[in-house]
């Protein structure tokens, strides 16, 4: 084709077998691209300003080059148009829009249009290509595959697949190993993508998901389903946590992944450069994983925080190093692993936490209720926390405790709402020195300590609270000079959780009219009303 077009033409079928093997793409998409690039020579030669089609008989090799003439009722280029009359003296059957295919002659081609030929099928065909590459590797995500080094840029490895070339980036590669052209490797496809240049597949060895794959292809009970893995968390090329659960409650699923003298956990180790494997057992129960997930450490105590999703864990003194690991390595997978946030404290710490939250709590009773240490201390020891505990409880749950009778009780409970009374006054009239507006309080879940810190962050009228948004209450994060700062929020000693302050931003909303209230809530209020007037008409009768 790059010397001319009007040799043997069954060349053109010979050329198009020869690349579609080559590139393994359709024969059809390399004919059409032939067909495009003697188009665009052709134009080159009979003039741009003409229909030129070209077209090549995918059996017989046979070459076509025709111009094309649309017959029209008035004409306005006379290179791609032809009038009605002129075409009725060719063929008195023409009508509007017929078209008229003028053979042309074939031609050699020069070295520009060989030049331009070239170009023309070398792009349909990497494109072609490229969709080739994407649509066989797309469904291909999450897979092994085994590949060999093609070249090394900056860290970067390019794989030959075969088929088609993946990228293993830098940060995905297991630090300290070093590819070198040639060199057979085993990667995980997390991602294939289009871009500008092509598909891109996205290679890693240091995925979570290419140990899990590694370990379903040496334990037949992962690959068959039987024992699954729920989660994994790696440190890539020094440690590893992987949870798994078994669907057989006859089989131990993770003596079976460890293998027969760890012969299968340590197939995978060998693959990932001696990468340390901790499996441990899934629980759905939360604090038991989470118990799991901090092994090879001994835990005493765990409390849950669902709404912050962090969970506080207590562990023996001896045993704080081993729960935290080197450089904290051991609680942040079991952090990653369970999607926890892990605060870990020894015995000694919680112990000392809870004397001096015991001594705040008594100083609170000693002052509020003006009563001896032994009383408030009684009190806490029972569990009371704060003085409305005490001002609101039933009072038959103080008179219960050793000691005290029904009139202590009465008392006591008398001493604490006075106390509330007094301190909700002071804080009205703070409330009222800031200028908060009344209506601010008649918002759901704005008390008289939010209305007063609302105030000191100037916020002061419904129409303040209703323009922010949940981190202006909460407070978040900023980063600055490359460190995380912590922008406190309007209401942050609250431990507003963000539901919370959203629904308080909302219900500001609906009130200054600016959304509707949702129909639960519109229900809701219609039920209570009803419920309302019933019993009004009940104390009338």
């Known amino acids: 084709m790059a010397t001319g077009i009007s040799a043997n033409r069954l060349e053109l079928l010979q050329i198009a077998d020869a690349v579609a093997r080559e590139k393994s793409i359709d024969k059809e998409i390399v004919i059409a691209a032939i067909e495009e690039a003697i188009q665009k020579a052709a134009r080159s030669r009979y003039g741009a300003e003409h229909d030129i089609r070209v077209s090549i008989d995918p059996k017989t090799g046979e070459l076509a080059i ?176 992987m949870a798994v659960v078994s669907n057989d409650s006859s089989i131990d699923p993770v003596g079976a992944c460890v293998g027969m003298r760890g012969s299968r956990v340590q197939a995978v180790v060998a693959e990932l450069q001696g990468e340390k494997i901790d499996i441990i057992q899934w629980s759905p129960d939360e604090a038991t994983f989470i118990v799991n997930g901090l092994a090879p450490a001994e835990v005493s105590k765990v409390v849950l925080d669902e709404e912050e999703e962090r969970v506080e864990v207590v562990v023996p003194d001896e045993q704080l190093s081993l729960a935290i690991g080197r450089r904290g390595q051991n609680v942040r997978l079991a952090s990653q692993l369970t999607g926890w946030q892990i605060d870990i404290m020894t015995e000694s710490q919680e112990s000392e936490r809870r004397q001096r939250e015991f001594a705040e709590r008594t100083a609170l009773f000693q002052e509020a209720l003006d009563v001896d240490e032994v009383i408030a201390q009684l009190l806490v020891t029972e569990g009371f926390a704060a003085v409305e505990d005490v001002a609101y409880v039933e009072a038959d749950e103080i008179a219960q405790i050793e000691g005290f009778d029904e009139a202590t009780a009465e008392e006591l409970q008398t001493r604490a709402r006075e106390y509330l009374e007094k301190e909700a006054a002071e804080l009205d009239a703070k409330r009222r020195e800031l200028g908060v507006e009344d209506a601010l309080l008649e918002i759901e879940g704005v008390t008289l300590p939010i209305a007063v810190a609302l105030g000191r962050a100037d916020l002061k009228t419904v129409e303040d609270l209703a323009g922010l948004v949940p981190d202006d209450l909460r407070g978040w994060f900023e980063a600055k000079n490359g460190e995380r700062v912590r922008q406190p929020g309007a209401l942050e000693s609250f431990n507003l959780s963000p539901d919370d302050a959203e629904a308080m931003i909302m219900r500001a909303r609906v009130a200054m009219g600016w959304i509707e209230p949702e129909p639960e809530a519109v229900e809701d209020a219609e039920v209570v009303a009803e419920v309302a007037m019933a019993e009004e008409v009940q104390q009338d009768a």
């Open 66 to 241: 025709k111009r094309c003439l649309t017959v029209v009722d008035q004409v306005e280029n006379d290179d791609t148009e032809i009038g009605l009359a002129d075409a009725k003296k060719r063929d008195a059957k023409a009508g509007v829009g017929m078209v008229f295919e003028e053979i042309l002659p074939h031609f050699e081609f020069g070295r520009v249009q060989t030049q331009m030929a070239r170009q023309v099928v070398t792009h349909k065909v990497r494109e072609a290509e490229r969709e080739r590459q994407y649509e066989e590797f797309k469904d291909r995500v999450g897979e092994i595959v085994n590949g060999v080094v093609k070249r090394v840029e900056y860290g970067n490895v390019i794989v030959d697949l075969g088929r088609g070339e993946g990228i293993m980036r830098r940060d995905q590669s297991i630090p300290r190993e070093n590819f070198q052209v040639g060199d057979r490797i085993r990667s995980y496809i997390y991602d294939v993508r289009t871009e500008t240049k092509g598909p891109q597949i996205m290679l890693s060895r240091a995925h979570g998901g290419f140990m899990a794959k590694l370990f379903a292809q040496e334990v037949p009970e992962v690959y068959d389903g039987v024992i699954e893995i729920r989660a994994v968390a790696r440190d890539p090329g020094s440690r590893a946590k």
